[in-house]
Nanobody, 123 residues
Framework: QVQPVESGGGLVQAGGSLRLSCAAS????????WGWFRQAPGKEREFVAA????????YYADFMKGRFTISRDFAKNTVYLQMNSLKPEDTAVYYC????????????????WGQGTQVTVSS
């Protein structure tokens, strides 16, 4: 069982940047795809980005328009979400999740979830 643990959230002004980290504990880092999702108050959880096991394939939600980048570091068993040009509407709890197989935008396809990290963007 692979268990994700997020970190790196915080308070940032609009236009600023944050890098979220998702560390993996468990049996193996390879053969799993990783995703980032977010949930704002009163809204449903939505897909942000995903990366496959090798890092060769990434998948982004349209709303990001090139502002966010997902990457992974095999040596550190960690996946990152670099967020630039942040907007107040990016305020949410960000979750990291893992699944077997390829990337997917559907939350229901993911097997393990982290506890989430709060990102707050002030105007």
């Amino acid at each position: 069982q692979v268990q994700p643990v997020e970190s790196g959230g915080g308070l940032v002004q609009a236009g600023g940047s944050l890098r979220l980290s998702c560390a993996a504990s468990g049996r193996t880092f390879s053969t799993y795809a990783w995703g980032w999702f977010r949930q704002a108050p009163g809204k449903e959880r939505e897909f942000v980005a995903a990366i496959n096991w090798s890092g060769s394939s990434t998948y982004y939600a349209d709303f990001m328009k090139g502002r966010f980048t997902i990457s992974r570091d095999f040596a550190k068993n960690t996946v990152y979400l670099q967020m630039n040009s942040l907007k107040p509407e990016d305020t949410a709890v960000y979750y990291c999740a893992v699944k077997r197989g390829g990337t997917d935008y559907r939350a229901a396809e993911y097997d393990s979830w982290g506890q989430g990290t709060q990102v707050t963007v002030s105007s």
